[in-house]
């Protein structure tokens, strides 16, 4: 089995609940376990186009059998199945499902780019992701530069644990 890590983030209707019917649908995934969350934070919109709700996010450490590619392919049904619509770029959403990394991958395709290349500009996940590598080392990535770059404004904690 392989670890990769999983971002998730939810700014409509009930987020904490959206949170965690993403998890339980990850939970739920042939040949994949969760093996550990980040506390959940509330964040500020990211390059919102319009007004928008606060952010819930939080990371999960899984361990799986699926390849990267099919990784993706179950997290964009999990979004699907929740109802999230693509209306346009970094719209307000009812989950977002972000595979941030994937132990010993690294991949450019047109569909999934491994590591995510958003990981080192947003504080809203390298503050969970450091809750579960607290070093700020995850999977060959370093981070911890580009947090303290960055900075924390805009993140807090929400809630210790799902």
Do not use: W
């Not at 971002?7 to 998890?23: M, Q, V």
């Not at 999990?78 to 307000?92: D, H, S």
């Amino acid at each position: 089995m392989k670890e990769a890590v999983i971002a998730l983030g939810s700014n409509l209707l009930d987020r904490e609940k959206n949170l965690k019917t993403a998890i339980e649908s990850l939970k739920r995934l042939p040949g994949t376990t969760v093996e550990e969350l980040s506390s959940i934070y509330v964040t500020e919109p990211f390059l919102a186009p319009d007004e928008q709700n606060d952010h819930l996010n939080c990371c999960a450490k899984i361990k799986t059998e699926l390849p990267p590619e099919a990784l993706l392919g179950c997290c964009l049904g999990i979004e699907a199945a929740m109802g999230k619509v693509r209306t346009y770029k970094n719209a307000a959403r009812i989950i977002d499902i972000d595979l941030l990394l994937y132990e010993g991958v690294t991949l450019n395709t047109k569909h999934l780019i491994l590591p995510h290349p958003g990981i080192k500009a947003r504080a809203f996940v390298m503050v969970p992701l450091g809750d579960l590598y607290p070093k700020r080392a995850a999977l060959g990535l370093d981070f911890g530069t580009a947090l303290e770059k960055v900075g924390t404004n805009g993140v807090s904690l929400y809630k210790k644990v799902l």
